[in-house]
């Protein structure tokens, strides 16, 4: 089960993260809008998450804000704060989800949301299929097919896509709000 809070509202999360613990179903927990709080406060939310039962705990950087230094400080933050894997989540408004998301996993977070084609809102998300080339080339084991997941973002998603993800002043607007 994904449970997903806005990143100073952990305690919201704490009667459906035990219920499906109970369960017996994995949850990931989402901090929406992680530019929010500095590393130390998300960290704060994040350990709650994890009392609570949360088996992975994302940074989720709703608003695309996040640069790769304050994305990366922020998955360090959470990885000596809890017990739980971390996972991050980046929107490319600023145009460096890719580069934010490898941050990530240099800081430990062992799970990378994203979409082929980096179909999502705003400015879209990562971009699965060259994060998965991006990861092959720091020297990580993405696994999976690289060459698979360009074949199917360009034979199968791009066809649906109805205009292409674009950093456009919306995007760029949404991404104002200052990391802290």
Known sequence: MRVATHCTEADC???PTRHARDHGMRVMSFLMM?????????????AKLDSYGAEVVYVVDSAGALVPDSAGARVAALRDAVRADIGFHAHNNLGVSVGNALSAVENGATYIGGSLRGLGAGAGNAQT???AA??????????????????????????LMT?????DVAAEL??????T
């Open 163 to 167: 205009e292409p993800q674009i950093i």
């Open 134 to 159: 991006a990861l092959e080339r720091t020297g990580h084991d993405p696994g999976v097919d690289v060459f698979a997941l360009t074949e199917v973002a360009e034979r199968v998603i791009a066809p």
């Open 174 to 179: 949404s991404s104002r709000d200052p990391a």
């Open 13 to 15: 999360a704490e009667q």
């Open 34 to 46: 992680s530019h929010k709080l500095k590393p130390a406060a998300l960290a704060a939310q994040a």
């Open 129 to 131: 299929e060259v994060l």
